[in-house]
């Protein structure tokens, strides 16, 4: 190769690190992710509570571009919910994030990105912690994906019971996971803990590590936390998300 041709790559890949390295520092959600780099040896288990289609989905898959981006490979598992629409959520995440800090070296992040996530589709009333293992155990002893982090969408914790919580629990941290889940409150049922945990995850709210709560006001759609073992989390600053694209916004 030509050492004019060396030097342009050498650049690229600079310019498409320090791109990165500039989104990973940037992230409100670096409050809740504070490390920069691949994940801590100790798993943690995160919760996103929120009315249906107040942007938990788009708060997990920015979990998960994060953790990409600090160098991860992320488990998407989605659960009643088609591999077509979860993919759409990504690219269209993407997207807006591109456009938001006017980004270079779009394709090659996009590249990375894709092949750092796989998406685990499960249908409705079939998910559990037995057949996620199984699935799990197939990927890595086949050395097809070996995930860091992993993000559940979808999971019926209003059907669900405190053992099989656990079970997931259990599954994670044994696999050395740090895990993001989605929950939907149910406006209907008024049911608090005292932390403020909704109904019907106050029963599971002793499981996790963390827990946000997304609401809507008369100010858009905000993020706030209800339970953190993070301590720079406890005294951030209100984070929005944009009611058009999802994105989340320093506040």
Same mark, same amino acid.
């Given at each position: 190769?030509?050492?004019?041709? =060396?030097?342009?790559?050498?650049?690229?890949?600079?310019?498409?690190?320090?791109? %990165? %390295?500039?989104?990973?520092?940037?992230?409100?959600?670096?409050?809740?992710?504070?490390?920069?780099?691949?994940?801590?040896?100790?798993?943690?288990?995160?919760?996103?509570?929120?009315?249906?289609?107040? !942007? /938990?989905? =788009?708060?997990? *898959?920015?979990?998960?571009?994060?953790?990409?981006?600090?160098?991860?490979?992320?488990?998407?598992?989605?659960?009643?919910?088609?591999?077509? %629409?979860? %993919?759409?959520?990504? $690219?269209?995440?993407?997207?807006? &994030?591109?456009?938001?800090?006017?980004?270079?070296?779009?394709? $090659?992040?996009? +590249?990375?990105?894709?092949?750092?996530? &796989?998406?685990?589709?499960?249908?409705? !009333?079939?998910?559990?912690? =037995? /057949?996620? $293992?199984?699935?799990?155990?197939? &990927?890595?002893?086949?050395?097809?994906?070996?995930?860091?982090?992993? *993000?559940?969408?979808?999971?019926?914790?209003?059907?669900?019971?405190?053992?099989?919580?656990?079970?997931?629990?259990?599954?994670?941290?044994?696999?050395?996971?740090?895990?993001?889940? +989605?929950?939907?409150?149910?406006?209907?049922?008024?049911? *608090?803990?005292?932390? !403020?945990?909704?109904?019907?995850?106050?029963?599971?709210? !002793?499981?996790?590590?963390?827990?946000?709560?997304?609401?809507?006001?008369?100010?858009?759609?905000?993020?706030?936390?209800? /339970?953190?073992?993070?301590?720079? +989390? /406890?005294?951030?600053?209100?984070?929005?998300?944009?009611?058009?694209?999802?994105?989340?916004?320093?506040?």
């Amino acid at each position: 190769m030509a050492p004019q041709a =060396a030097t342009l790559i050498y650049l690229r890949d600079r310019s498409v690190e320090m791109l %990165k %390295k500039d989104l990973i520092l940037k992230n409100p959600l670096r409050a809740w992710e504070p490390d920069t780099g691949h994940n801590t040896a100790t798993p943690r288990m995160g919760l996103v509570v929120a009315p249906r289609g107040s !942007g /938990k989905t =788009a708060v997990l *898959v920015q979990f998960a571009l994060d953790s990409v981006l600090r160098g991860n490979r992320v488990i998407h598992v989605s659960i009643g919910q088609s591999l077509e %629409k979860t %993919k759409e959520w990504y $690219e269209d995440l993407f997207q807006e &994030l591109s456009r938001s800090y006017k980004l270079e070296h779009v394709g $090659e992040v996009h +590249s990375e990105i894709a092949a750092a996530r &796989l998406i685990m589709t499960f249908n409705t !009333g079939s998910f559990s912690a =037995a /057949k996620l $293992e199984e699935r799990l155990t197939d &990927l890595i002893e086949q050395n097809i994906f070996h995930p860091q982090s992993l *993000v559940i969408d979808g999971f019926d914790f209003a059907n669900a019971d405190a053992a099989q919580v656990q079970g997931l629990r259990d599954l994670v941290q044994a696999r050395k996971l740090h895990t993001w889940f +989605s929950a939907v409150r149910r406006p209907e049922d008024k049911q *608090v803990s005292a932390l !403020g945990v909704p109904a019907p995850c106050d029963r599971f709210e !002793g499981l996790f590590d963390s827990i946000l709560l997304i609401n809507t006001d008369g100010h858009g759609i905000s993020l706030t936390t209800l /339970k953190s073992d993070v301590a720079a +989390s /406890k005294d951030h600053p209100p984070i929005r998300l944009d009611p058009t694209t999802f994105l989340v916004n320093q506040g």
